[in-house]
Structure formats: C-alpha cells, structure tokens
C-alpha cells in the first residue's frame, strides 16, 4: 500500500513575555483597542509587520497594523469608526480622529500585493483569498516583518526565523528570493529600504536574487516605484540606498543616465555620494524636528552629479526631465529641482541689489539647503550661503533688508 507522505506540521517559535522586550506602554493605546476588542469577541488579534520589528528593536513604530481572523465584513460590525478600503482585498481602516489602525484579515499569497494594488477588481472577495497565521506570516516580505504579536498572553509568534534575524541584523527573504522578487519586483527596493534603514546586512541568497532579477523592476507599477525612490531617503540613510541601488542594477533599470554618470565620476569614489552623505545629515536634523525634507531637494540632490559630466546649456531641465520621464515624479518637484539647479549661479555669489530679490521665492529656503549641501559635498566655501541665510533670516523684521531688496 502506497503511503502519503505527509507534511510535518510546521509549528512556529514562541517568546513569551519575560523573552521580549514588547511592552504595551509602547504600543499605541488606539492599537491596543482594536486588538483588546477583536480578542474579547473571540477572534485571534496580532501586531503585525513593521511596528513589531521596530519594537522589538527599541525603535518608536511609524504605524501599528493589526492582523486578524476577523473577515471585513465582521470588523464592519464590530467597529463603528471601520472603513473598508481597496476593492477587491478589502483592508479595514479603523479610524481614530486623523489616525488609523489598518487592520487586515489574515491572508495567503494567492494574490501578490502588486496584483492587489496594480489590478484590483469590482466583485466580492474569493474566501480562498484568506487564510491563517501561518499562511499569513509566509506571505510576507521579509523575516523581520513576519512577526506576530499576540495580545492574548503578550507572546510573540515568529514562523520564519524573524527573531534571529532581527538578532543577527539581516534582511532575508521569507520563501524562495527569486520566486518572491519576479512576483513582486519593488520587494527589492524594499529590501534596500530596511537595509539601509536599519544597519542591517542583506542576506547572501536576497543579495544574489537582486542581482539576478533587478530588471524586473522595470514591469512593476511606476507610482509604486516613484513612491519607494522617495521613501529610500527617509531616516536620512539615502547615501547606502542609492549605493545598493547602484550596485544591484537597480538604479541603472530605473535611471539610467544617473548609473553612468555615477560610473563615469569615479563609480564608488564619485562625489554622488558625498551628496547624499550630507543630504543625509540634513534630513536627520529635520526628522529631529518633525519636518520632512522636499522630493524637490531630494531630486536635485540625486541628479547634481549628471552637472558634473553635462555642463551644457539647458542641463538641469535636461537631467530633471530624464528621471520625469522615467519615474513620472510629481511635476511640483520637477519644478523645483529645475530651480534648484538653476539657483547655483546665483547663490555661488553674495546678495547684491539684484538677485536679493530671491528670498521672496517660495523655494528660496530649499535653494539655499540645496547650494549648502553641494558646496559642503564638493568642499568650497560656505560664505556666499551664509550671507544669503542672513539676508533670508532678517526678511520682514529688519526694514534694511527690504529696502536692499526692493530698492
Ligand atoms: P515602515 O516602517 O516603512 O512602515 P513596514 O514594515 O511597516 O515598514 P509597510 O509597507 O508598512 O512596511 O508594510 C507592512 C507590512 O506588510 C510589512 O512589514 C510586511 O510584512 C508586509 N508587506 C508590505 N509590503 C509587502 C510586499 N510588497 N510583499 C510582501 N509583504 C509586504
Ligand atoms: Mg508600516
């Protein structure tokens, strides 16, 4: 008689709580409703994703999404403030003034997150769409985002090695690389995103994958795309992203002409990434004081070194309209990145009765962040900027000023 082999029953690693560090003092007390009352009613109630990892990490969570056995229609019911969101993979908002618990029904990877956002459908959901903790933890990207918390007993529930290598610092695809990358290439990007963002190594076989399948990139959705390049510079960490992104093939796919100039500059020596390096230290200070830096000034930092090896008239809309073109970035940065460029002539000088006007730009402030970050990068000096920052910061309260400018 023919005997089926049958699968060993995974079970996943358990840390109860004295082998953590999570505290609910750290988890949002919005969060924390949603998973007190989803368990009440009987549902299993996890945090999920990025703001376990952040946790565990001691970091301070950007958001908390909460995973459930709960089906849409259900925390409808349970949840007055619940609103469901994408038409075919319904993710529940539950909303809290400006604030939102995403709350989703666990899955399986029947469906990659590209194909949910890039051809979501009108029709009710296939119930087969759904799935368990385990299917749930499996779909994810990587092992340091597959953790669970549960609120039940405080445990944390890792199926896919997440602690360890949360421990070892590494980002390691959850499943087969190169299955996991061709289904959703921007995983890649997100990949460099936590590895820069976090000091963390990417893992052999991950690395390898992006080497191999980088080109894929280019069959992914261009907003999702536009949206990761930005996203690469948050946190200040845009100096390792960009490098990655030049090392794997990525950046060549998406900008070409940026791989080259950064290749004919010097490759690893070229000034890009002295840009970035104090681009970077600019976007910390700003994150320390809640502000955020604009996709303009990032832009024009990212593309300065295509000025190097094109000095021709027209340069700096040339090179703006290349990554336009290439990334569809929203036309208000393509704007100000082209002024930005352009502004170097002027701001290479001190203020005169002339170009003082200036100040009264709207992007006059990026402009001056924008000439300090290339002088500082290329290493000249800083005393034209800082006589323009003077004039910027008596605007308005010292009548000399406005007399200087406005004759
Ligand atoms: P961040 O701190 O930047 O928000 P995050 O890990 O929370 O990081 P999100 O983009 O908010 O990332 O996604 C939440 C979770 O959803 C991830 O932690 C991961 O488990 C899962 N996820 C997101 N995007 C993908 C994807 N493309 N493929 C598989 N799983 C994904
Ligand atoms: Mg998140």
């Known amino acids: 008689m023919f005997g089926f082999l049958k699968r060993k029953a995974k079970r996943p690693v358990v840390y109860r709580r004295q082998d953590h560090c999570i505290s609910r003092k ?7 409703k949603v998973l007190y009352r989803l368990s009440s009613l009987g549902y299993t109630a996890y945090l999920v994703g990025g703001g376990v990892r952040d946790l565990l990490m001691g970091r301070t969570p950007k958001d908390f999404d909460v995973g459930t056995s709960a089906k849409p229609n259900e925390l409808k019911k349970v949840f007055r403030n619940c609103y469901l969101i994408g038409r075919r993979f319904r993710l529940a908002q539950i909303r809290f003034g400006g604030k939102v618990i995403e709350t989703a029904t666990f899955r399986q990877n029947s469906q990659t997150v590209g194909e949910i956002i890039e051809h979501a459908v009108e029709g009710p959901m296939e119930d087969n769409t759904f799935g368990t903790p385990e299917t749930d933890a499996y779909r994810r990207d990587f092992t340091v985002n597959g953790l669970f918390y549960d609120i039940k007993d405080f445990s944390v529930i890792d199926w896919v090695g997440g602690m360890k290598d949360l421990k070892d610092r590494v980002i390691r695809s959850i499943g087969d690389p190169n299955v996991r990358f061709q289904e959703d290439p921007v995983r890649m990007m997100r990949a460099i995103k936590f590895s820069s963002r976090l000091g963390f190594s990417i893992e052999p076989k991950t690395m390898a994958a992006m080497k191999r399948h980088h080109a894929c990139i280019l069959t992914a959705s261009q907003p999702r795309v536009c949206e990761e390049v930005f996203r690469l510079f948050t946190y200040g960490h845009s100096e390792e992203a960009f490098r990655l992104m030049w090392q794997t093939g990525l950046l060549g796919d998406l900008l070409p002409g940026l791989s080259e100039a950064i290749g004919k500059t010097g490759g690893e020596k070229s000034p890009e990434w002295a840009y970035l390096r104090v681009l ?22 990212l593309m300065t070194v295509l000025l190097k090896v094109d ?10 309209q290349m990554m336009l073109s290439a990334l569809k970035i929203p036309k208000t940065a393509y704007f100000t990145a082209v002024l930005l460029m352009e502004s ?3 701001l290479c000088k001190a203020p005169n009765k002339a170009r003082a006007r200036f100040i009264y730009n709207r992007d006059f402030p990026d402009a001056l962040d924008y000439n300090r970050i ?3 990068a290329e290493g000249g000096d800083e005393s034209a900027i800082n006589e323009w920052a003077d004039l910027y910061e008596q605007k308005g309260i010292n009548n000399e000023c406005d007399e200087l400018v406005q004759g």
Do not use: F, H, Y
């Open 26 to 32: 750290n988890i949002d007390p919005d969060a924390l």
């Open 280 to 301: 970077d230290s600019l976007e910390q200070l700003r994150a320390k004081e809640g502000i955020e830096v604009s996709n303009g000034l990032r832009a024009a930092v």
């Open 311 to 320: 000095k021709t008239d027209g340069a700096s809309r040339r090179v703006m």
């Open 344 to 346: 170097r002539v002027r």
């Open 374 to 376: 290339v002088v500082r």
